[in-house]
């Protein structure tokens, strides 16, 4: 009798036992989503910069390492270098769990300076333009605040989706 009562009592210990750390991790869950909630994209993208990458992006992925963010960009080096819009990203796979709040000095540049850069070293790019709009090839011809002159065309630099290219303009 005293093994069932013994018995007994180490089972109600365990259950009592698995309680109170079921309700412990109820609480860290809670803090964790507490915290989770305060942190934003562009903390989990600086948190990635020196990763490696997947981006989804116009219905292609770009792989490769994290290497820039800046003002709506994304710097993805691989075999190319893509400069991604970041508000035509569909998909972002990383395994860093890390987010940085600390912003660069660089960050304020955008897809302009980026454009600029590979301009000013004559550098030959590809756009592909957000949605169905294709892809451009060529040199840039001018680059302005909000648009950029390629092979006869004028596009909004709000149209472009992804810019690829064989240099890291921020390198």
């Known amino acids: 009798m005293d093994d069932r009562i013994d018995a007994l009592l180490s089972d109600v210990e365990a259950m009592h036992a698995s309680r109170e ?3 412990r991790r109820g609480e860290l869950s809670d803090e964790v989503a507490a915290h989770a909630a305060q942190r934003t994209l562009l903390e989990r993208m600086r948190g ?4 490696p990458v997947q981006v989804v ?10 290497v820039f ?3 709506g960009i994304f710097v993805i080096a691989g075999i190319d270098t893509a400069v991604v819009a970041i508000e035509w990203i569909r998909e972002i796979r990383t395994r860093s769990r890390r987010h940085s709040r600390e912003s660069g000095p660089l960050e304020r540049l955008g897809m302009g300076s980026a454009l ?5 070293v004559h550098e030959e790019v590809s756009l592909e333009l957000a949605g169905e709009g294709g892809a451009i090839r060529g040199r840039c011809d001018m680059v302005a605040s ?6 006869g065309r004028i596009v909004p630099h709000r149209a472009i989706a992804l810019v690829q290219t064989r240099v890291n303009p921020f390198a």
């Open 21 to 23: 750390a079921h309700a």
């Open 48 to 51: 990635a910069i020196g990763q």
């Open 57 to 66: 992006v116009a219905a292609r992925e770009i792989s490769g390492t994290a």
């Open 69 to 71: 963010l800046g003002n």
């Open 116 to 120: 600029r850069r590979l301009a000013a």
């Open 146 to 151: 909000d648009y950029v002159e390629i092979s």
